[in-house]
T-cell receptor, first 117, second 112 residues
Framework: EAGVAQSPRYKIIEKRQSVAFWCNPISGHATLYWYQQILGQGPKLLIQFQNNGVVDDSQLPKDRFSAERLKGVDSTLKIQPAKLEDSAVYLC???????????????FGNGTRLTVT | GESVGLHLPTLSVQEGDNSIINCAYSNSASDYFIWYKQESGKGPQFIIDIRSNMDKRQGQRVTVLLNKTVKHLSLQIAATQPGDSAVYFCAETKDSSYKLIFGSGTRLLVRP
């Protein structure tokens, strides 16, 4: 089966600019996640979608980050305006179930590495 | 807040030896634990998982052990190979939160 697809792989922007990331989950996976991974740390959940509805966005900095999954398949994550501390890898993951449980492990894409200068 | 952490940031082992990567968790309510492997430039890859009602689960060359008494999770890799070199993360969740919490990772280096 095809994995989680993300683009672009790399992005370099200046602070205060905007950027968008795209994710296509594994076919049939209802749940989609966006994680932020700062160098040397574990991934941190930003937002979780169940189909096209938001399950959890409690750790999403909503003053600058936004995400959507309009048709319940692909998703985009946007940052506007970017700050230096947003430099990180942005990972998209998908799973079949709503809860990352025993029979519904998360499958991750290879991420987008964002550098803000 | 409650978190998942790791004892050793870097583990170096000889090729062919067994590796043990440890993880401590603080949330006694967590009921599901996962180990992920992350190679450079790639996303985390699922290795093995275990529910809180189990003490041990085995996969191909990997075994996860869960000690709920001391809130400790470990990943054992048998006959470690160069391809096992990566950063390993443990993660936990509980049904009520839907949120997977990752630790900071352990880097495994396999010496030829």
């Amino acid at each position: 089966e095809a994995g989680v697809a993300q683009s672009p792989r790399y992005k370099i922007i200046e602070k205060r600019q905007s950027v968008a990331f795209w994710c296509n989950p594994i076919s049939g996976h209802a749940t989609l996640y966006w994680y932020q991974q700062i160098l040397g740390q574990g991934p941190k959940l930003l937002i979780q979608f169940q189909n096209n509805g938001v399950v959890d966005d409690s750790q999403l900095p909503k003053d600058r980050f936004s995400a959507e999954r309009l048709k319940g398949v692909d998703s985009t994550l946007k940052i506007q305006p970017a700050k230096l501390e947003d430099s990180a890898v942005y990972l998209c993951a998908s799973s079949t179930g709503r809860v990352p449980g025993y029979n519904s492990p998360l499958h991750f894409g290879n991420g987008t590495r964002l550098t803000v200068t | 807040g409650e978190s998942v952490g790791l004892h050793l940031p870097t583990l170096s082992v000889q090729e062919g030896d067994n590796s043990i990567i440890n993880c401590a968790y603080s949330n006694s309510a967590s009921d599901y634990f996962i180990w992920y492997k992350q190679e450079s430039g790639k996303g985390p890859q699922f290795i093995i998982d275990i529910r809180s009602n189990m003490d041990k689960r085995q996969g191909q060359r990997v075994t996860v052990l869960l000690n709920k008494t001391v809130k400790h999770l470990s990943l054992q890799i048998a006959a470690t190979q160069p391809g096992d070199s990566a950063v390993y993360f443990c993660a936990e969740t509980k049904d009520s939160s839907y949120k997977l919490i990752f630790g900071s990772g352990t880097r495994l280096l396999v010496r030829p």
